[in-house]
């Protein structure tokens, strides 16, 4: 049973940092590419960035140059480094893994592809 966990989220003042992390369990985390998304109330889900298991990664074009994914396989855990921080990057942060495609197909909105798996949560305010 695939369990994923987000934690590191709170409440930052604009150009702030967070580091979000997600523990993942019940799959064999080499195997699968690994995102995450955001998600405002009012407002579509969508990718911020996202790693495939050979490395290769992919991000918004809101979060270039400000936000850094990485994972330690060791560890089975997956991070997003969020430096200069937005008040617009407020939302629930959420992590997501599948092992049927390519991250980069998750950018794709006309694909309509999305990860299997969901963690619950963590959520990111940030202040001006």
């Known amino acids: 049973q695939v369990q994923l966990v987000e934690s590191g989220g709170g409440s930052v003042q604009a150009g702030g940092s967070l580091r979000l992390s997600c523990a993942a369990s019940g799959f064999t985390y080499s195997t699968y590419c690994m995102g995450w998304f955001r998600k405002t109330p009012g407002k579509e889900r969508e990718v911020v960035a996202a790693?495939?298991?050979?490395?290769?990664?992919n991000y918004a074009d809101s979060v270039k140059g400000r936000f850094t994914i990485s994972q330690d396989n060791a560890k089975n855990t997956l991070y997003l480094q969020m430096n200069n921080l937005k008040p617009e990057d407020t939302a629930m942060y959420y992590c997501?893994?599948?092992?049927?495609?390519?991250?980069?197909?998750?950018?794709?909105?006309?694909?309509?592809?999305?990860?299997?798996?969901w963690g619950q949560g963590t959520q990111v305010t940030v202040s001006s």
């Open positions: 997501a893994a599948d092992a049927r495609s390519p991250s980069w197909a998750w950018f794709d909105e006309g694909l309509g592809i999305t990860p299997r798996d």
């Open positions: 790693i495939d298991n050979d490395g290769n990664t």
